[in-house]
């Protein structure tokens, strides 16, 4: 994984930059969590602060949780055209590379961001032969066809979440097909 900033142009020629968070980042990220989350807590009937105290609250545990199992994960500011427009957080251990999320602000979505962005993690993951790995919320449909769409299988239905998984095919053996393989 790479702790560098890294461009790349979109297919309608925005500019996309990813670079590590900084503690100034904070609120931005919060922001974004909280988009994510929009839907979900629109649902139910906040006391004045109460909304707000519960996803500064989630959106810490969320990260603890992150931390705990990937101490070394990457956790990448998203650009566009320099306006900041979402996260991307990855670990990496010895066995596989984990997309632990992925989030961009409403008005960024749809541009070819987060296709991008996971042809990326494909790549690596194909180069360091380790399967890449997701969890989908369960009710979020378009996620799942989205995730499909790039060649994911769900790997387990955890009720609430599906884990998904993205798994190169060995290399053909020279020589005609061959089941031979060494894991």
Do not use: C
């Not at 369960?138 to 993205?166: C, P, Q, T, V």
């Amino acid at each position: 994984m790479n702790l560098q900033v890294q461009q790349f142009t979109l297919r309608d020629g925005a500019k996309l930059s990813l670079h590590p968070v900084t503690p100034a980042d904070e609120e931005f990220l919060l922001s974004v969590y909280a988009s994510t989350r929009a839907a979900e807590l629109a649902q139910a009937e906040w006391q004045p602060g109460q909304r707000e105290a519960f996803l500064k609250w989630q959106f810490e545990m969320q990260h603890q949780q992150y931390e705990a199992r990937f101490p070394a994960a990457e956790y990448k500011l998203i650009d566009i055209d320099n306006h900041p427009a979402g996260r991307v957080w990855v670990g990496e251990n010895e066995t596989e590379i984990r997309l632990l999320d992925i989030a961009l602000l409403p008005e960024f979505q749809n541009r070819g961001v987060g296709t991008l962005l996971l042809r990326e993690l494909i790549d690596e993951a194909r180069r360091s032969q380790k399967p890449l790995r997701h969890m989908v919320f369960m009710l979020n449909s378009d996620a799942h066809r989205f995730y499909e769409r790039l060649g994911f299988k769900m790997i387990e239905d955890l009720g609430a979440y599906r884990h998904m998984e993205f798994k190169s095919e060995p290399p053909a053996v020279a020589g005609g097909p061959s089941q031979n393989r060494l894991r």
